[in-house]
């Protein structure tokens, strides 16, 4: 009787506390049917038609057009280096100073010659001796007269037996070596007339020797203080102080590369080359904008532009090699670098963009999320086309008007419900879709 009864309210406890399990779970389940989660937030764009510039990337190397060697003219000695390797020097600024003493010497003895030619040149213009040669032929001139008038006087005389015919014999011979004289003296004025232009011509042309010999030796002078031939960023000593400098020496002494504007060269397929020149018309792509992307993959800040191309196409590659220029004033790009040039290649009209982010790319299929009417999420194939910085042109699967989920992807179903909110696109990206 005890047992039976003790097994009873076994029983009875057991019972009890079942049907309190099962009470505590329908309590649960009530309560998690209340905790229903909300749909899940996610950011949408709306996509419209739009025109979008297409930009094209290709590999470039950045170079210095006008490389300057700087070699000595003149031979001599390093005194003095006025620079430092890997500074920016400007046109005209001394970079080496050579001994100057021996062209110093040169300068002064070249000017002391010239002193002497325009001395002999001043007194060959003086013409001392054809003036000595006509006072002689004048004196002369004035003897033979007197002589004549003294064969005058005793011609009458001696007819007349006034006077003795010995003074007229006398007086005749004195008249003819007068005349011999003066003949004598009118042509040694002639030689000496002519020896005279001949020495003032020979004292100018000496003058005119010794001014470029002088010049010659200024400009050596002016040739042992080496300057910059052009500004830019001068590159290291090949010849230190005390070594010897030879104006046929095969080594350049440094060399100066020009920073401002840098260059750049790059490579346009046959196909794109003819496709610019035929939309830029004769000029083709000259002139175009570029912009400059660099190793790091920042942007470089200053737009340049296509210089010219040249004269062939490479016929192992079947390129065509671009050459352009950008402001480079704070010389930040060197020559040699690395980088990517990109330009605008053509212009797509009235198409439809996506973010890179919103896609999703299975083998060779890509889809999207999109939000409908009733904000529940459906999945739609698309086939997009070409890059425009961080979107994809989208040339089929989606219409202006729908709205592609961009943040959240992950986080949704298709056919369940989502809660939109707009896209706010970053800076960077903001920046990617302007390039």
Known sequence: MKASGLLRITGLLVLITALLSLAACESTSKAQSGMAFPPPSVSVVEVQAQDVPIYGEYAAQTFARDMVEVR??????????????????????????????????????????????????????????????????????????????????????????????QDLDNALAALDANKANVAALTANVSQTRLQTRTNIESAAAQVESNKALLRTAELNLNYATIKAPVSGRIGDSLIEVGGLVSKTATQPLTTIVPLDPIWVRFKLSEAEYLAYRKSKGRQGNVGMPIQLVLADDSVFPHEGEIRNSLNQVDPKTGTLEIQGTFPNSDHTVLPGQFGRIRLLTREAKNVLIVPQRAVQQLQSMQSVFTVGPDNKAEARTIVTGDRVGDNWIVTEGLKPGDKVIVEGVQKVRPGSPVQPTPYKPTEASVRGAQS
């Open 72 to 165: 000595g003219r003149v031979d001599g000695f390093i005194e003095k280096r006025l620079f430092q390797v890997g500074a920016d020097v400007r046109a005209g600024q001394t970079l080496y100073t050579l001994d100057l003493r021996p062209y110093a010497a040169e300068v002064d003895k070249a000017k002391g010659d010239l002193a002497q030619s325009e001395a002999n040149l001043e007194f060959a213009r003086k013409q001392v001796a054809l003036i000595q040669a006509q006072a002689n032929l004048e004196q002369a001139k004035a003897n033979l007269v007197k002589a004549q008038q003294d064969v005058d006087r005793l011609q009458p005389l001696v007819k007349q037996e006034a006077a003795a015919k």
